[in-house]
């Protein structure tokens, strides 16, 4: 297909369907945008179909699915451009229906992450201005009863000290608030006079007895407020008539919500928060040890699944609470051993890939603390190198708790270059030592132990870590460039004719041709070489692009995108390479068919040009790594 101008397309897109008020929710899969729409009669279907860049339209499941191919991201980027407001990846009802409950912990990991992750990396960078302007004033570079010390103090803090009306906003968008009704109660929570009522002294409101806390740099009683706001504005909405809604709904949900939370919700949140920001106080001050070795050696582990999340308020309410936060006195240790690792399979391979990227990937690592690309490019699939680090990390970490290491600004990227952010530590030098310690174990084991000449040097290396998904240099350049005569099952089961998968947009051979396996194991391959293009956070989906071109899917299931990745374990991620036979996801097929959902595997050659045809081979029982299509260049 000709290139499209999908920031051109998207607008024209929007207006066939109904526009923009039409529209309740998006998402989108491996191929389609997929709309989740008020009133479907107002789409243009035939319209929409005969715009460029659209294969066809599917209605099913009260989504409106409109199929782009491999570049839909490309598209729905610019759906998002258009729609700010809507809280895109999220269904509707139906989608709700359809989803299964996620459990009470990946439900408080994916509201902490929705809320904090829009402002994370301004929350990084105004920590570290912060961090340097007080080592300038340490040093006496600065003097701090200047005027330009308190313009940069003003630039670097103010973020920080007005986070419950930041995050106001992202927490709105999350609970579906008006963002601005829930900035006008965070500042009440930071507004002067408020501030000054925090004298220890008696205060009421209408003879109810206000207990005054300090709400600047608060987390939990804003984001507890903005929830109860939301459920408060759709009452307000069902009641009050459309022709004064639009000023009533803000005004009551104000007045009601301000010293309700100054009454109540502030109070109790900020006394549960206090107590938990003690609680790990406590830990690192009695058993500082503990405290070092878990969160040293596991932090990492806890940022591949999410987990670091449930920590940032708590990190965020230590600084609030006590002026410093002691969990980030071990993570210094955890990344910078990450990265020394890395460092050590660059120098320690005679693969020029891997030098390639470990040389880069792990001097982000040093630098600005950004450790994903090491880790799931280099580390992870070697396993050692992590597993070296991780023990790096938990040494470190517990000499780094032992010396008391902290930090007193909210959202420091743990790295070299915000070394300044921990020289309020009490014993600097030996907090320093347990980093340097940390890297050297890292360093010192990897690149004695945890390189293996054989598997690094040549292009046979093979490797796909099984804790989640890493990178694999699967075959040869050269070995790429042949031509992709065959494509073998990626998984065992009973092979069925394209044409009688129950999805209209594979069946009608849209997409492309190929074969649709009911698959008897959840253990998924690759069914060819070539570098991973498209894997889908939900694992029920990739793109594979072999070296010659040739363009392959892999869809499990049909519709498996309302599952939201329940029940699938993706083993790869985009740019990873494969040869046949390498792992992709892992299923749990009896979850997918509990849920409702067809499990056929479709396997099919998305991009035909310039190949002379793309015939499946097979029909019935089919064993894992059989050909299953053969491609005729």
């Not at 878990?294 to 591949?304: D, E, H, L, T």
């Not at 790295?415 to 907090?431: G, Q, R, V």
């Not at 069925?496 to 194991?521: H, Q």
């Amino acid at each position: 297909m000709a290139k499209v101008d999908y920031a051109a397309m998207a607008p024209d897109l929007l207006e066939r369907i109904g526009g923009g008020e039409n529209v309740s929710a998006l998402s989108h899969c491996a191929t389609r945008m997929r709309f989740v729409l008020k009133d479907a009669s107002k789409a243009d279907t035939d319209a929409v179909k005969r715009m460029r860049g659209v294969i066809t339209v599917v209605q099913a499941g009260g989504q409106y699915q409109v199929v782009i191919g491999n570049d839909v991201p490309l598209l729905f980027a610019q759906m998002q451009a258009l729609l700010p407001g809507l809280d895109a990846g999220k269904g509707d009802d139906d989608d709700a229906r359809t989803a299964p409950r996620r459990n009470p912990l990946d439900a408080f990991i994916a509201l902490v992450s929705a809320i904090f992750s829009p402002v994370v990396w301004t929350l990084a960078a105004t920590g570290l201005f912060k961090a340097f302007l007080a080592m300038f004033a340490t040093f006496g570079w600065i003097d701090r009863a200047s005027d330009t010390y308190t313009v940069l103090n003003a630039a670097a803090d103010a973020f920080i000290n007005f986070l419950p009306i930041v995050l106001a906003v992202t927490a709105a968008r999350h609970f579906k608030a008006n963002q601005f009704t829930a900035m006008a109660i965070g500042g009440a929570l930071v507004y002067p006079s408020i501030i000054a009522m925090n004298d220890g002294g008696s205060h009421s409101f209408l003879g109810i007895p206000l207990i005054i806390m300090s709400y600047t740099s608060s987390v939990l009683p804003i984001v507890v407020a903005v929830w109860v706001q939301s459920h408060l504005e759709r009452a307000c909405d069902r009641v009050i008539p459309s022709a004064f809604r639009n000023f009533m709904t803000p005004w009551i949900t104000v007045l009601v919500m301000v010293p309700l939370t100054l009454l109540t919700i502030g109070p109790l949140t900020t006394t549960v928060a206090n107590g938990i920001a003690t609680g790990v106080q406590w830990l690192f001050v009695h058993f500082p040890l503990l405290g070092g070795i878990v969160i040293g050696g596991f932090w990492r582990v806890f940022v591949m699944f999410g987990l670091h999340w449930g920590l940032v308020p708590i990190m965020t309410q230590e600084i609030t609470t006590n002026g410093y936060s002691l969990i980030y006195g071990p993570i210094e240790a955890a990344v910078l051993a990450q990265a020394a690792a890395g460092l050590a399979v660059m120098l320690r391979s005679r693969n020029a890939e891997v030098r390639e990227l470990a040389g880069p990937a792990s001097l982000s690592g040093f630098l600005a603390g950004v450790t994903e690309p090491i880790i799931y490019g280099i580390n992870l699939p070697r396993k050692l190198p992590f597993y070296f680090g991780v023990l790096g990390g938990a040494v470190g970490g517990a000499i780094g708790a032992l010396a008391g290491g902290r930090v007193s600004q909210a959202g420091v990227f743990p790295s070299l270059i915000a070394l300044p952010a921990y020289l309020e530590t009490p014993h600097f030098t030996l907090w320093l030592i347990g980093v340097i310690v940390a890297v050297a174990i890292a360093f010192t084991l990897t690149f004695m132990f945890g390189v293996k000449d054989n598997a690094d040097a040549g292009p046979g290396e093979r490797a796909v870590g099984a804790a989640g998904p890493a990178a694999t240099t699967g075959s040869s350049a050269a070995a790429d460039a042949e031509p992709t005569t065959a494509l073998v099952a990626p998984v065992g089961g009973s092979a069925v004719p394209l044409e009688r998968v129950k999805d209209p947009v594979f069946s009608s051979g849209a997409l492309g041709n190929g074969v649709g396996i009911v698959p008897a194991s959840g253990h998924l391959c690759a069914p060819a070489a070539g570098t991973v293009i498209t894997a889908m956070e939900t694992g029920h989906a990739f793109g594979i692009r072999t070296g010659d071109g040739v363009e392959i899917l892999i869809h499990v299931g049909i519709d498996t995108v309302n599952l939201k990745g329940a029940g699938f374990t993706p083993r790869v991620a985009v740019g990873d390479r494969v040869i046949a036979g390498d792992p992709l996801v892992d299923v749990d097929l009896e979850a997918v068919r509990a849920a409702g959902y067809d499990t056929t595997t479709i396997v099919v050659v998305t991009s035909s040009a310039g190949l002379g045809a793309v015939v499946p081979i097979v029909d019935g029982d089919v064993r894992a790594g059989e050909a299953i299509v053969e491609i005729d260049h």
